[in-house]
């Protein structure tokens, strides 16, 4: 007696079981109309057939290898799969394995005349599916131009009622108290405090920086919302002034690390605090009497008259004083030696673990068993503009892994000495001292006379601790600045010679 398993799926939650009960039914007439044993049955319930992440279709692939059943029987093909390169693909695991797909509904001759019929109804399903997805896309467009809510999480400050984004008044109020304090220049941190003073939670807890930020940068709150770089302005009401919003974003782009401003730029910038009321150190700028334009680092609660008497210090001078005195600490010989001791550290696990060129080697070969069975299937007439453009980009991924995997194994045989990192390392620590300072240092309290540096890593650790490994993030971020030239170039920390 022949053996068989029976496959069944559907694609929506808005689907009932009704339609499993039916196709099981169908698949097991068919099944005792031609003298078969079902051994066994895979469902997926909600679950598309555009791609193969389904679990029980993957366990009955998996299964077939065991030989214990002949056919897998469908309702029909497109329950199977409705992409033609996996139906080919699993289809060809299956024929590996002495098993074949038999459809319950599409009567397919085992001949010349059903491979053609077969390539027809398996066009159809594509063709079904991709017409589906895209009158779901229309009819989403449509939902956004009548200004219906879409789906999905709603941010903090609305609430969804018949399908329409509403203004959540109470949280509206947090979010505009939120842009206003920022517009004036108080602190994230301050606002998160005030915020917490007066109970005001986001899902219990305390607002998060990053939650606060978010908020700042969503143009929702201005009435705004984009998608597939289109423009609907009748979906979010709008909870913030478009001038406020405005002066908002202009100031966080202006605030990003790494945005300079054109006429100076403060290095010390977030890092300095006031030893004596802990308020921070912040920006001045003055003009003298013939004009010119100087720069101080002043107190933040002298300069709001909390009673602070802390003096301004000069930019230049300051500036200038913090980095030597950073600079005559990592030259020194003893810290020094101990950050290039964690470099070649992490030179040497990195050209000793094979766990990357392992991966390669593995997707390498992935790939090549992949084009080679869409070879086999383009042999047994299975081809189209879907086969085609699949085994391009199989050849150009597997052109890429080659290059990976040549610069990989050249990463085994070529490294850098002690003194490489040592003359790199000095010339790295001069390139750029806004970057040197924002890795290493954390915080520098001032006081009138004297200074406490904290760096971002305890420096009084010894060697065999892993000392140094502070500047190594800073290292990695330098390299690519950095005018040293050899036949090797650093990025990351990974070590990839050009061939």
């Not at 698949?27 to 598309?48: H, K, P, S, V, W």
């Not at 992409?83 to 010349?112: H, M, R």
């Not at 680092?297 to 500036?319: D, I, Q």
């Not at 000793?352 to 593995?362: D, E, Q, T």
Request: aromatic share 10%.
């Amino acid at each position: 007696m022949k053996t068989a398993v029976i496959y069944a799926r559907y694609s929506s939650d808005n689907q009932t079981e009704q339609s499993i009960e039916g196709q099981l039914r169908v698949c097991q007439d068919y099944a005792q109309r031609n003298d078969t044993l079902i051994l066994n049955t895979y469902i997926d319930r909600a679950m598309t057939g555009t791609n193969d992440n389904r679990p029980d279709f993957q366990q009955m692939i998996k299964d077939s290898s065991n030989k214990d059943f002949q056919y897998v029987i469908v309702y029909k093909t497109d329950r199977f799969s409705r992409e033609k390169y996996a139906l080919a693909t699993y289809k060809k695991k299956l024929k590996d394995n002495g098993v074949k797909l038999l459809s319950a509904t599409e009567n397919i001759p085992d001949s010349p005349e059903g491979i053609i019929l077969e390539s027809v109804i398996e066009g159809m399903a594509e063709y079904y599916s991709a017409e589906l997805s895209q009158k779901v896309r229309r009819g989403m467009n449509e939902t956004r131009l009548k200004g219906n809510f879409t789906g999905g999480n709603i941010i903090y400050g609305y609430k969804v009622e018949n399908h329409k984004v509403m203004v959540d008044e109470e949280k509206a109020e947090v979010v505009r108290f939120i842009y206003e304090q920022y517009s004036i220049g108080t602190y994230v941190k301050d606002i998160i405090s005030t915020l917490t003073e007066r109970r005001i939670f986001n899902k219990g807890k305390p607002f998060a920086r990053n939650t606060i930020y978010n908020i700042l940068k969503n143009e929702k709150y201005a009435g705004i919302y984009r998608f597939n770089n289109e423009v609907f302005n009748n979906m979010y009401p709008a909870i913030v002034p478009t001038e406020i919003y405005n002066k908002v974003r202009k100031k966080i782009d202006i605030n990003k690390y790494g945005k300079r401003s054109v006429e100076v730029v403060y290095l010390l910038r977030h890092k300095l605090k006031c030893g004596y009321c802990g308020m921070p150190i912040s920006a001045e700028t003055g003009t003298a009497s013939n004009g010119n334009k100087k720069h101080y680092y002043k107190c933040l609660g002298r300069k709001r008259n909390n009673g602070c008497t802390k003096s301004m210090v000069r930019k230049e001078e300051f500036e200038n004083f913090i980095l030597d005195n950073i600079l005559s600490i990592l030259e020194s010989p003893k810290y020094m030696n101990s950050i290039i001791d964690g470099l070649m550290k992490v030179q040497e696990m990195q050209s000793s673990g094979s766990s990357i060129l392992n991966s390669l080697l593995r997707e390498h070969k992935q790939a090549e068993s992949t084009l080679n069975n869409i070879m086999k299937a383009v042999e047994q007439g299975v081809i189209n503009n879907t086969t085609n453009k699949r085994m391009k980009e199989l050849e150009t991924q597997i052109e890429e892994l080659d290059k990976q995997i040549i610069i990989e194994k050249s990463k085994q045989t070529f490294k850098l000495t002690k003194e490489d990192f040592k003359k790199f390392y000095v010339q790295a620590l001069k390139i750029n001292p806004k970057m040197l300072i924002y890795y290493v240092i954390k915080e520098i309290v001032v006081y009138e006379d004297t200074l406490e540096i904290t760096f971002n890593s305890p420096i009084k650790r010894s060697p065999d601790t892993n000392q140094g490994f502070f500047v190594i993030s800073f290292i990695k971020q330098l390299v690519k600045y950095s005018q040293y030239t050899k036949a090797f170039n650093m990025i990351d920390m990974e070590i990839k010679v050009y061939v």
